[in-house]
């Protein structure tokens, strides 16, 4: 395209069928194909990634982008390097926009000039019945993102936040920012986070207006395979070390501080009998369940902890 005011920049690694049905979900948007631009950046996957993308060309204004350097950092930034729109929206490669997604973002930047970034409802798509044992507070590990009210300034990003799944930025806010850190996030099948997170809070802390709009709808998959005590535990560890990480890069810890620190919180979980029951014992309800969680989100802090700070 000569000129798309908005650029949806697909990130995608080994999940060709997902990609498929998001693609999908762009083709049935209520604005017209023509009026948006589609970017695949292509994360070094090794299966029909490209023919997928292929299957879409005759349908909308699609280019294919391959980064061979594999992480979710890097394949966001290469795809708003690449883009052409003054918009970059981001959808995540297994969710599902809603048919007026691309409309509620011109939208919401229409009614909102000054915004630094826009996200809206991440909701989940259940590839099976949600546990008994999970709470809707540990569940936010999904991805999901319902927050109430709307349209509206989110006043602080550690209370209410926006997810990198169904996020939109002005192209000249990533240039400012220098777009997402390379440091942080998925790269392969490490459950590393934050990514999205540090972005936001570089955006506010430039003066930038933070919005949530929840007719930016999308539906994010929730498969089988992640509805089990053990993908939540990992999950909640990997947080625990994405949050010391990111504390890294913000301002480094010094040495003696990261093992004052790591000894605190380890001796804290050692003498609770309720933190060390939780990381024991089994949890069938969702109580107990949450408290395990947060255990080894703790554990996962004492590990960052430990390392080498990230430089």
Known sequence: MSDPTISVVLCTHNRAAYLRTALRSLVEQSTPSGGFEVLVVDNASTDDTPAVAREFADVLALRYVPEPELGLCHARNTGWRAAGGRIVAYL????????????????????????????????????APPPPWLSAETARALTIVDWPDGPKRIGDIHREWLAGANVAIPRAVLVEIGG????????????L??????????????GHAAVYDPAMCVHHAVPR??????????????????????????????????????????????????????LLLPAEDPMTFTSKCWAWNEVGRVSALLRPARR
């Open 225 to 278: 395979a992640r509805l089990t005590q053990a993908w939540f535990r990992r999950r909640h560890y990997w947080q625990g070390v994405s949050d010391v990480f990111m504390q890294d890069i913000q301002q480094s810890i010094p040495a003696r501080e990261r093992v004052r620190r790591a000894a605190r919180t380890a001796w804290k979980l050692a003498r609770s009998r309720h933190a060390l029951r939780a």
């Open 92 to 127: 995540d490669d297994d969710a599902v926009a809603s048919p007026g997604w691309v409309t509620a973002i011109a939208a919401a930047f229409a009614r909102e000039p000054d915004a630094g970034i826009v996200g809206g409802r991440v909701l989940p798509l259940w590839g």
């Open 193 to 206: 986070s934050n990514g999205d997170i540090l972005l936001q809070q570089e955006i506010v802390a430039r």
């Open 180 to 191: 997402f850190d390379p440091r942080l996030d998925r790269i392969g099948d490490a459950l």
